[in-house]
């Protein structure tokens, strides 16, 4: 199994190079030469799995074990996910009839982005000290490789990316946050971390400050090269591979609630549906990796905050920024861009950086007349163009036959924050206690149960909605939602992990102003303390 990009570059990569590089040359995301199929008894053989049997199984089809032998695979695994507090990892938990919760929130940090990133980190780690190792024994090169993995947050990424990597050998990592604008705990989560090797920036900024900065630095040659700069965002190719896991495993959960085999002709009659709150469209492609290598999903349902431009895209073709008409100052109106500030933060995006990778399948699916590998070039010639587009034009339109592509496996929504709202009070006091069970949703969570609510459901379908983080994580949103209940104590939800977080010893270098040149230094200086 090779990798290539997205936008059409000629070369094969091996998965330990597109886990190590992050992003193609040309800009493109990479994508695996072909998606596997699952064995043909797999419904009976991995029945029983655990979720680091299945992880291995998955991961299996997808890295080739001259890379990465199965032992190795299976003890990363086991690393991985032996930080996680629920021995099931990922629980599945039914909350009414044909309707359950598949809670993803039980890693280091509360929030769904663990399940890759502690994969991540250990297979980074894995993946340097192999080549240091190979070029010991070549004695061709006495300087160790090392890396430096930045990133930009405004929240979950940094502090998962933070746990992932914390205390890894050979490994700086260095998070950007707006100082000031991430959440007390996401702020707390991120600087109590004390390993030498994590370095939190406070830069007096917004987010997309961080951002900039971040690109700016990976585009300086000279400083990427000296720093030999790694990046940990979601379009890594890794990330989208460990979340297929919770696919496959909440299918077994489900049929074995049901007291269903499988692979019984009872089963062929059960439709299933997943809903998943989205920002990047990184948990939802992983979904549709699982449906295309044969796990029986009905549809994907996305479920967008009022950043939806995903769900624009499903109802039109059409995927453009949302633009805002400003004031210029002089009465004039002018085109901005824009991102609504929500009750879900870690969805508000302006566009969705995994989306591209499945834009590829369309284009490549409404091909129908070329040989395989003519096939591959026109489609990565077309996601070019449409990739252009966005960038001239803010917006890229596909044609109806890869919309209706698009529509075999997905649907979409979007929920407002008033809804949202409403949500969480309604699952916190069911309308009928007997058949329905009181849960505290997060507000991510909240966007998601709320569009799948929305569905019309035939009888024989089940839901199973994604619940992206703990409601603790969030919880002004969650304190505002359920105030006017005395019965409600945001105490008895709390995590004894998050009693006095906020009190702990934190270490976090400060940057007065958004400039690359002093992110720079900072950083520099940072290098030379760790290596004390
Ligand atoms: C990152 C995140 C999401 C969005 O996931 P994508 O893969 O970006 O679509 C949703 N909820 C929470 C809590 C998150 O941290």
Not at 473 to 487: G, T
């Amino acid at each position: 199994m090779k990798y290539f990009s997205t936008r059409g570059s000629p070369d094969l990569l091996t998965f330990s190079e597109v886990v190590l590089i992050g992003l193609s040359k040309d800009g493109g995301l990479f994508i695996p030469q072909t998606i596997p199929n699952l064995p043909s008894d797999w419904k009976t053989a991995w029945l029983n799995h655990s979720f680091t049997s299945l992880a291995l199984e998955i991961f299996s089809l997808y890295i080739p074990d001259n890379e990465i032998p199965r032992n190795d695979l299976e003890s990363l695994i086991n690393k991985s996910y032996s930080t996680f507090r629920e021995s099931d990892i990922t629980p599945l938990k039914k909350i009414k009839e044909n309707f359950y919760i598949l809670e993803l929130f039980h890693g280091p940090t509360f929030a769904f982005k663990d399940v890759a990133l502690q994969f991540l980190g250990n297979l980074f780690e894995y993946l340097l000290g192999k080549k240091n190792l190979e070029s010991l024994e070549k004695k061709n090169s006495n300087k160790k490789e090392r890396i430096t993995i930045l990133g930009a947050t405004s929240g979950d990424t940094g502090s998962a990316a933070i746990y992932g990597l914390r205390n890894k050998k050979d490994i700086s990592v260095f998070i950007l946050h707006p100082r000031g604008k991430v959440s007390p705990v996401q702020e707390a989560q991120m600087t109590t971390v004390l390993d030498k090797n994590v370095h939190n920036l406070a830069v007096e900024g917004t987010f997309d400050d961080c951002q900039d900065i971040v690109k700016m630095l990976f585009s300086d040659n000279q400083f990427n090269q000296k720093h030999n700069l790694g990046a940990i965002n979601s379009i890594n190719w890794a990330r989208i591979l460990a979340q297929i896991v919770y696919y496959f495993h909440s299918y077994f959960q489900l049929f074995s609630s049901l007291n269903i085999l499988p692979n019984s002709p009872e089963a062929n009659n059960i439709k299933l549906q997943y809903c998943v709150p989205t920002g990047n469209f990184g948990d939802i492609l992983a979904g549709y990796y699982a449906k295309h290598m044969g796990l029986p999903i009905e549809n994907l349902l996305v479920a967008t905050n009022s950043n939806d431009i995903l769900d624009r895209f499903f109802k039109t073709g059409r995927y453009e920024k949302i633009v805002k008409i400003v004031n210029d100052g002089e009465g004039n109106g002018v085109g901005g861009h824009t991102v609504y500030e929500t009750l879900s933060p870690a969805m508000d995006i302006s566009i969705s950086s995994n989306f591209e990778r499945l834009l590829w399948y369309l284009a490549y699916e409404s091909i129908d007349t070329k040989s395989g590998e003519e096939r591959m070039n026109l489609a990565g010639s077309i996601v070019k163009k449409w990739m252009e587009d966005v960038k001239s034009k803010q917006c890229l339109t596909v044609e109806k036959t890869q919309l209706e592509l698009a529509l075999r496996d997905f649907k979409s929504d979007k929920i407002s924050d008033q809804e949202t709202m409403e949500t969480i009070r309604r699952y916190y006091v069911p309308q009928d206690s007997r058949s329905q069970i009181s849960y505290v949703l997060d507000p991510h969570t909240a966007v998601g149960v709320a569009a799948s609510d929305k569905q019309k459901i035939p009888s024989n379908m089940y839901q199973i909605c994604l619940s992206t983080a703990h409601p603790a994580k969030f919880s002004a949103a969650v304190e505002e939602s359920l105030k006017s209940y005395n019965e409600f104590k945001f105490q008895e939800i709390l995590p004894k992990e998050f009693v006095g977080l906020l009190e702990k010893e934190k270490r976090c270098v400060y940057i007065e102003k958004a400039d690359p040149e002093m992110v720079k230094k900072a950083i520099e200086s940072e290098l030379e303390k760790e290596f004390i």
